[in-house]
């Protein structure tokens, strides 16, 4: 198995059963865990067989969120190359456009609307100019005429 299809499985199963922000949580705790552990010299089929089945893991996990829905949920710390650094953490909670969950209907509506504002401003801006660009042409046009029969 690899790392991408251990991930997708601890997606899945998560997902549905847990607040979407804590399914993201722990699917960037366990990338991270297994980055970490590769970068510090394991392979990845080691770390994988050490950690065993996603689905277990996601079992487990959902057997001890205690979470009912009421209090506020804090990420993970993650594994970063650097280190743990307040900096690294800071500049990741900068970037609001990549916690942009798209499975959810919110984040669908979001992507939706920005291009709706997108196609409107076109169309506005194509009808500003138009207009201009149509005289124009009329313009050119006459005057090509006027030149072939002669006038200038």
């Given amino acids: 198995m690899s790392r991408a299809q251990f991930l997708e499985i601890l997606r899945d199963q998560l997902a549905g059963q847990m607040h979407e922000g804590k399914v993201a949580a722990h699917v960037r705790y366990y990338e991270?865990?297994?980055?970490?552990?590769?970068?510090?010299?394991?392979?990845?089929?080691?770390?994988?067989?050490?950690?065993?089945?996603?689905?277990?893991?996601?079992?487990?996990?959902?057997?001890?969120?205690?979470?009912d829905g009421k209090s506020s949920y804090e990420e993970y710390s993650t594994y970063s190359e650097e280190g743990s650094g307040a900096g690294s953490g800071q500049q990741e909670k900068n970037k609001w456009w990549k916690k942009l969950d798209l499975t959810t209907w919110y984040g669908k509506a979001i992507v939706i609307a920005a291009a709706a504002v997108v196609v409107a401003l076109l169309v506005m801006i194509i009808g500003a100019v138009l207009p201009f660009f149509i005289a124009l042409a009329v313009i050119l046009f006459i005057i090509s005429q006027i030149k072939k029969r002669g006038g200038f």
């Fill in 32 to 67: 991270d865990y297994i980055q970490s552990q590769v970068r510090g010299g394991h392979s990845e089929e080691e770390v994988l067989a050490e950690l065993g089945d996603p689905r277990l893991i996601a079992k487990t996990l959902l057997d001890t969120d205690t979470d």
